[in-house]
């Protein structure tokens, strides 16, 4: 069973770009949440979806945005990077949900803003 | 609002020794708690999840976690530290089903042979 897969891998940006990430879950997976990883501030959560719809979202400015695709898979968009934006980006999925549920965590795609 | 607190963001150990890694939650009902587990370059994996269906719990790898209500905490333990634990560790707390996991700082957990 192929696990949780996120593209692009590692990724450089200069400020002022957008990046969007992408993340396909575990087969049968509905729920796609994602994290923000960085070394002073640990994981940050930025939002969930379950079937297309955003059920919860962390506290982070509207630069950053999602959506969920009919198949499950998840984008998440950062537009007008900022220095401060570079860190590790998580993508998490579960069958219904991180409580009820088991999250299964990608290796995360690792963005640099020059 | 719910949060966890890592107390301690580097701990150490011998090979063969006791692993405590501490872990208290604040929120306002009861909650839903976790441990997950790092290795460099790699995503996070679960370890265990107290869940109300008994206070202490069982997880992979040998460890074991005990939720104290009154200590409001769910600190992870393992009685014989071994080489291969040596990771990050991640205490996560919900509220409730349905809402998101908020994870702690974490524990970078370092075992000398």
């Known amino acids: 069973k192929a696990g949780v897969t996120q593209t692009p891998r590692y990724l450089i940006k200069t400020r002022g770009q957008q990046v969007t990430l992408s993340c396909s879950p575990i087969?049968?997976?509905?729920?796609v949440s994602w994290y923000q990883q960085t070394p002073g501030q640990g994981l940050q959560f930025l939002f969930e979806?379950?079937?297309?719809?955003?059920?919860n979202k962390g506290n982070f400015p509207g630069r950053f945005s999602g959506r969920q695709f009919s198949n499950s898979r998840s984008e998440m968009n950062v537009s007008t990077l900022e220095l401060g934006d570079s860190a590790l980006y998580l993508c998490?999925?579960?069958?219904?949900?991180?409580?009820?549920?088991?999250?299964?965590f990608g290796e995360g795609s690792r963005l640099t803003v020059l | 609002a719910q949060s966890v607190t890592q107390l301690g963001s580097h701990v150490s150990v011998s090979e063969g020794a006791l692993v405590l890694l501490r872990c208290n939650y604040s929120?306002?009902?009861?909650?839903?708690l976790f441990w997950y587990v790092q290795y460099p370059n790699q995503g996070l994996q679960l370890l265990l999840k107290?869940?109300?269906?008994?206070?202490l719990v069982k997880g992979i790898n040998g460890f074991e976690a005990e939720f104290k209500k009154s200590e409001t905490s769910f600190h992870l333990t393992k009685p014989s530290a071994h080489m291969s634990d040596a990771a990050e560790y991640f205490c996560?707390?919900?509220?409730?089903?349905?809402?998101?996991?908020?994870f702690g700082k974490g524990t970078t957990l370092s075992v000398s042979s």
């Open positions: 929120s306002s009902v009861p909650p839903y």
């Open positions: 107290y869940t109300s269906a008994a206070t």
């Open positions: 998490a999925s579960s069958l219904a949900g991180p409580v009820a549920g088991e999250l299964f």
């Open positions: 087969s049968g997976h509905r729920s």
């Open positions: 996560a707390v919900s509220r409730q089903a349905g809402t998101a996991l908020i």
């Open positions: 979806y379950f079937s297309e719809t955003q059920r």
